[in-house]
Structures are given as structure tokens and as C-alpha cells.
């Protein structure tokens, strides 16, 4: 189990330098559009900040830069599944999450053993254009059903008030970006986030 329900994704290392310190307790490190160096760099600055601040990190996607890094978790979608050698990072001691949007994902994802599973999304999401509409709070009590133990992350137009109910449905952690990240106050937004779902039984 990742040791937090609250699991925002950022795009880069300066987001994390800024909010980790308010109580982020596990954090996705999703970077686009960067060279390998920048990528590098920037995960090997969040390692140490992470570490600082006993916070689980989750690199998206690079898994073979992760691995060099020794880093502990990574976050994997299903298009880049087909060239990540998840055999290699467990070996490794690095755990693995996976995305999911339907039932041939999810039975993708399961082959894989994950150490978490990943729906959305959830609501509509401005974050990126996606060919999978809203799967709604429903899907998240179905995905719960068939994994078991495996925590269910739910993303996708999440907000603290959304929060509660997903996590109602089945959702054991909640993943947010733009609602963050898109807020004039990025710092209070946080401990909103923290406050709502900390405080969630």
C-alpha cells in the first residue's frame, strides 16, 4: 500500500520543490516535452527532496532513467507498457502502477502483478484530450471488486469534494494535477486537499 490517499502529479521538479514541503506524502513526477538531461537531472533533484522529506516518489514513464536512479516506484500507461520491462524493475526492488480504462487494461494490468492500479477518468479532465469518456464513481466500486487488495487510485476532474465520494466508491487514493496545479493558490489548495482527505473515515 503507498502510505498516503492523496497523490497530486506534477510536471516538473519546481512544482515539487514548492508544495512537498506542506505534507505531500507521495507524489508523481510526470515530466513531457524535456531532454533526457533535463529528465535526469530533474529526478535526481526530487529523489533527494523526497527523501528529505520521507515523501514516496513515482516517476511516469521513464522507467530505464528510474532504474539507473535507483529510484522506488514507477508509473507506467498502458501505451508504454508493451516496451517496459516490468520484470527488470522488480527485480529491482521497484514497485509499479499501472493505468487503466477498460476491462482488457485492467486485465493487461493485472497480468503485470502492480503494486497499485490506476482508473480515469473519473470526471471530465482538461489535463489532456483522451478517446475514453468519463468512467464515473460506479466503475471505481466494479474496478475495486475485481482487484482485491491492489489499491485503486481514481484520476480525472478530481477535487477535495469529489475526493469523498470517490473514495466512498472504492477509490483507496486519489491522484490530482490541474486542480492544483491551475489554482491561484497552489499552497492552500494543498492543505485543502489534505485536510479533506486525512479527515475523510
Known amino acids: 500500500m503507498m502510505i498516503d490517499r492523496f497523490y497530486p502529479i506534477f510536471d516538473s521538479y519546481t512544482w515539487l520543490e514548492k508544495l512537498i514541503p506542506f505534507g505531500i506524502k507521495v507524489v508523481q513526477l510526470?515530466?513531457?516535452?524535456?531532454?533526457?538531461?533535463?529528465?535526469?537531472?530533474?529526478?535526481?533533484?526530487?529523489?533527494?527532496?523526497?527523501?528529505?522529506?520521507?515523501?514516496?516518489?513515482?516517476?511516469n514513464d521513464y522507467w530505464q532513467i528510474a532504474l539507473e536512479e535507483k529510484c522506488n516506484f514507477v508509473h507506467v500507461g498502458q501505451e508504454d507498457l508493451v516496451n517496459c520491462d516490468i520484470k527488470k524493475l522488480k527485480m529491482n526492488g521497484i514497485k509499479v502502477g499501472i493505468s487503466t480504462h477498460d476491462q482488457n487494461e485492467l486485465e493487461t494490468a493485472l497480468f503485470n502483478s502492480p503494486d497499485y492500479i490506476a482508473l480515469g477518468p473519473i470526471y471530465p479532465t482538461i489535463l489532456k484530450k483522451m478517446k475514453w469518456k468519463q468512467q464515473g464513481l460506479k466503475k471505481l466500486t466494479e474496478w475495486k471488486k475485481q482487484i482485491g487488495n491492489i489499491p485503486l487510485v481514481a484520476i480525472g476532474g478530481m477535487t477535495p469534494e469529489r475526493s469523498l465520494k470517490a473514495l466512498d466508491a472504492g477509490a483507496d487514493i486519489i491522484s490530482a494535477v490541474t486542480d492544483i496545479t491551475l489554482n491561484t493558490d497552489p499552497k492552500t489548495r494543498v492543505l485543502n486537499w489534505l485536510e479533506t482527505i486525512n479527515n475523510h473515515v
Open 30 to 59: 510526470r515530466i513531457k516535452n524535456a531532454s533526457e538531461t533535463d529528465i535526469r537531472h530533474q529526478i535526481q533533484k526530487a529523489k533527494l527532496l523526497c527523501y528529505k522529506y520521507d515523501t514516496t516518489l513515482v516517476i
